[in-house]
């Protein structure tokens, strides 16, 4: 699914490298929780595993695809079509409603679009039912909801269209600990579905155990002191 | 949903920067607009005032000068021109028709205009029409009256009505001649120019009334109709301009019942009557028109070839039997123009930079609440958003708020027209047309709506460049 290998990276104007892996691979369907204090360089990872960023050196893996061969706007084509993100809060625009905001996921992909059994509408109501969002909520504007309510919407976002790969980047650091753990009960319900690889980052050790894999980028990281 | 509706939705989330934005941008667009407008359209009304005439004769006065007061009663002829040169020049070769004019006296705030039948046959305004009656026919002896077509609407003359000319151009005039009531028998039609503003009547109505009030008059000394003294100079300018248009109608109340003494009766009843069975024409013999005038204001000539004109011309600026001036039309009309040219332009000038002020102001607000949006710019990043959909989305919102800016602008136009237009029309004379926009107006707008979009390139870079930084981390 993914395969890292000897990718050292190092941003503009800093002369030593923010990222140095030799060796990560990930197989699909796995649920890896990677953790990574502040400063670790995850931001770094989850940026170049996106295609948001150049790789420099060595290389990445997606799906049989060789992240530095694609040009900018294929990674964000990439992007669109196999891979979810959801942040850490504040995930969805506040002038849309929770389904448009779902419904966002499909914006720029065909792809993801195509894959969707019912209109994208439906698609995105279904599942937000499925993730807990009822119909009095999906009419409510996103401002009213949760913070627990909006990272449900945001995972609908992020699982609608089937990416392969989920990125979850402290999803649950806003929720309290009861809401954390049926958070990711619900993420793993819904990865399950059609084996999608949730790569969960988050500095919060407690949550590891919940995982198939735990990863720590410190340890995997040659350029982190 | 696509990028436009994103960029609405968007923008209709901060509506209330957004809409003080707009409204500025409408605004100035409403000035521009407006400003354009009445430019051209005053521009038009002037060049509509004349036509087809091909020499103004004066007496020797400046260009323009004698252009403004013979055609656009705008300012008065200090001097008068001896009827025996007109007499004269008017038998010249080459002349086809000639029309004697004289000015200086007023109806009630309306210039009076004293002339001849060939100012029926003859003069011609906008693209060479003739004058027509609405009501009516023209004048055919010393006690008939024709009026412009405002002048009837405003003061709410009917034909057969008798009405009464007073010397000089104020309002309030001392001495009016109720011994020369003089019968309404043509009512013009419309024709957008001074000509609706006027009074006409026959060159010796206007020798009649000075004649006989020539006695009680300090102002009227041995020639009636060399009014334009310094003294009929002070009144014009004090009494015409401001005071009798602001009582304008106190005063016709009032006058009316003055001069209306000997025939009280007789012209309340005669009111009343017409009300009802308005437009018949009133019956009459023809007599002389033009009596025995010694001076004219000025008069007008068409020849039969331009050569004409120009040697015509040149014999009236060397005339021996007083200083005359001969201009042609058109050619002083450039003048003035060209006069104008600066201060047209300086208003040009102004109302595009109050609208590249707004449009500045709107790049502002972009760009102050662009910090804010980093988050959702790094969402739509996530969700595969690249860079230039993030160009785009921000230089839409630019090009949906100078859109409808420009849209609500037009609205306001419109409205101001509709306020400005009887004013415009009752004080200066220039007519303003209710029309759609014109392909000048909706190039104005084009050129508005580049600048927004050009304007909205400054945030959409600055988002651009955060979208190609910040990627999908949320920095905010």
Known sequence: MIEINNLVFSWPKHPAPTLDISKLTISQGERIFLHGPSGSGKSTLIGLLAGINAIQAGDIKILDTQMRQLSAAKRDQFRADHIGTIFQNFNLLPFLDPIENVMLGCQYSKARKSKLTQSLQQSAISLLENLGIGHTLQAKSVSELSIGQQQRVAAARAFIGQPELIIADEPTSALDADSREAFIETLFNQAEKYQATILFVSHDHSLAQLFDRKVSLNEINGAAQ | ?476
């Open chain 2, 1 to 476: 949903m696509n990028l436009a509706s994103l960029a609405f939705k968007s923008s209709w989330n901060r509506k209330s920067s957004v809409f003080l934005t707009l409204f500025t941008i409408a605004i100035s667009v409403m000035l521009l607009l407006s400003i354009e407008r009445v430019r051209q359209e005053a521009k038009s009304s002037f060049a509509n005032t004349i036509s087809g005439t091909d020499l103004i004769v004066g007496a020797r006065t400046g260009d323009i000068q004698l252009l403004l007061s013979s055609v656009f009663r705008i300012g008065h002829a200090n001097n008068a021109v001896q009827w025996q040169s007109y007499e004269y020049i008017k038998q010249q070769r080459g002349v086809a028709w000639s029309i004697p004019i004289s000015l200086g006296d007023s109806h009630k705030g309306h210039a009076v205009l004293g002339t001849d039948s060939s100012y029926f046959t003859h003069f011609r305004y906008g693209k060479k029409q003739m004058l027509a009656f609405a009501h009516g026919r023209a004048f055919v002896n010393g006690g008939e009256v024709v009026l412009g077509s405002d002048v009837a609407k405003k003061l709410n003359y009917h034909l057969g009505e008798q009405i009464v000319i007073s010397h000089g151009m104020g309002n309030t005039s001392f001495h009016h001649h109720d011994d020369n009531p003089m019968t309404i028998v043509g009512i013009l039609k419309p024709t957008g120019t001074p000509i609706d503003r006027t009074v006409h009547v026959p060159l010796i109505a206007i020798d009649e009334m000075h004649g006989s009030g020539h006695n009680k008059s300090p102002r009227i000394v041995d020639n009636p109709l060399n009014k334009p003294s310094n003294e009929a100079a002070y009144s014009h300018d004090h009494h015409s301009q401001s005071e009798h248009e602001h009582s304008e109608h106190e005063h016709s109340e009032h006058q009316h019942n003055e001069h209306g003494h000997g025939e009280h009766e007789h012209s309340k009843h005669g009111h009343g009557e017409h009300q009802h069975k308005n437009h018949q024409p009133v019956e009459s013999k023809p007599g002389d028109l033009i009596g025995e005038p010694k001076q004219i204001t000025a008069f007008l000539m068409g020849f039969d070839s331009p050569l004409y004109t120009l040697q015509v011309r040149r014999n009236i600026n060397q005339y021996q039997g007083e200083p005359l001036l001969a201009i042609m039309p058109s050619v002083t009309l450039r003048e003035l123009w060209s006069m104008l040219d600066i201060v047209e332009k300086i208003l040009l000038l102004f109302s595009i930079v109050v609208v590249l002020i707004s449009l500045l102001g709107m790049l502002t607000t972009l760009l102050a609440t662009l910090n804010q949006r980093r988050r959702e710019l790094a969402i739509l990043r996530s969700v595969g958003a690249r860079p230039w959909h993030i160009f785009s989305l921000l230089t839409g919102e630019a090009v949906i708020i100078t859109l409808f800016g420009c849209l609500l602008g037009t609205a306001l136009f419109f409205m101001a027209i509709l306020l400005a237009q009887p004013v415009l029309q009752a004080q200066f004379g220039i007519s303003l047309s209710l029309s759609m926009l014109s392909s000048y107006e909706v190039k104005l707008l084009g050129a508005i709506m580049l600048a927004g979009t050009v304007m909205g390139i400054f945030p959409a870079l600055r988002a651009y460049y955060y979208s190609l930084s910040d990627g999908m981390s949320i920095k905010v």
